[in-house]
């Protein structure tokens, strides 16, 4: 049961990941006011619920990387949400993690996962390039 658990949790992360990679979001960066709205909105609570239902309760994030299972009650966006606000109550960007796991989880609260570091560079290294993909006209040749 527990490698099964892992497997979906796993497969959720890869899932997201690849799609936002695939479907560029030229975003929209929402202000703090915006944010603390959001989180206290019916919408917000409703889908909420349906993570935890979803995920039993249990921490995404120590299930992966720790084959432990321990409780969870903090629904996490695995993209972030400032980063990718389109996906702030989509079901398949968010997770069930622990309060402590949750603070690991986030840069900006002393640490982030080797999987969250590496994603946030690579993130950070796309936006930097700005570079448009163009292909030669061979008519013009």
């Known amino acids: 049961m527990l490698e099964q658990l892992k497997q979906t949790a796993t497969n959720r ?5 690849t799609w936002a990679d695939s479907n560029p979001y030229m975003g929209y960066d929402p202000t703090e006011k915006e944010i603390q709205t959001f989180y206290r909105s019916k ?6 619920q349906q993570v935890l239902n979803r ?21 996490h966006h ?6 990718r606000w389109d996906l702030r109550d989509d079901i398949r960007n968010l997770e069930v993690i622990s309060k402590s796991n949750h603070n690991r989880e986030h840069p ?4 982030g996962s080797v999987v969250r570091t590496e994603y946030e560079t ?3 290294n796309a936006r930097l390039v700005h570079a448009v993909k163009i292909k030669t006209n061979d008519e013009l040749i």
């Open 13 to 17: 992360q890869q899932l997201i990941t």
């Open 43 to 48: 919408p917000w609570l409703a889908v909420r």
């Open 55 to 75: 995920d039993n309760y249990i921490d995404q994030f120590e299930l992966i990387e720790n084959d432990r299972i321990i409780p969870g009650n903090t629904v």
């Open 78 to 83: 695995i993209i972030p949400l400032r980063e």
């Open 108 to 111: 900006e609260r002393n640490g």
């Open 122 to 124: 690579k993130r950070r």
